[in-house]
């Protein structure tokens, strides 16, 4: 057991951690078999998103979730099945043309006088 002050308050956060870890852990376990057992669009995108929160608490590594769901798309794929979640980006072709607004004139600058010369 710990003694200082400090490194008590590390064990207590490290415990919640451990917690909040390990309840993202097997959210995701259970999306992940679930989708195995059923591939359809529905368990598709339950385990995307598992995947995706898993990833923005840290538990897993962005690319090894990219990988994950790569696969998980071959597989929906392969049994016929579509997500309803879509995970690509809007780019400019897909995007809304939006009217850009003139941009604001700005009033010229005011000059400052020249320093006068001191006459020797």
Do not use: W, Y
């Not at 016929?80 to 939006?98: C, D, E, I, L």
């Amino acid at each position: 057991m710990p003694i200082i002050k400090s490194a008590k308050k590390r064990v207590r956060v490290a415990t919640k951690a451990a917690v909040r870890n390990s309840k993202t852990k097997r959210a995701l376990k259970s999306a992940l078999k679930l989708f195995t057992r059923k591939s359809d669009a529905a368990t598709h995108s339950s385990a995307q998103s598992a995947l995706d929160k898993a990833v923005k608490k840290g538990v897993m590594h962005k690319n090894k979730a990219a990988r994950m769901k790569k696969q998980m798309a071959a597989a929906a794929k392969a049994a016929g099945t579509t997500s309803t979640k879509t995970t690509a980006k809007p780019n400019a072709t897909t995007a809304k043309a939006t009217t850009k607004k003139a941009a604001p004139k700005k009033a010229a600058a005011a000059k400052k006088p020249a320093a006068k010369k001191k006459a020797e």
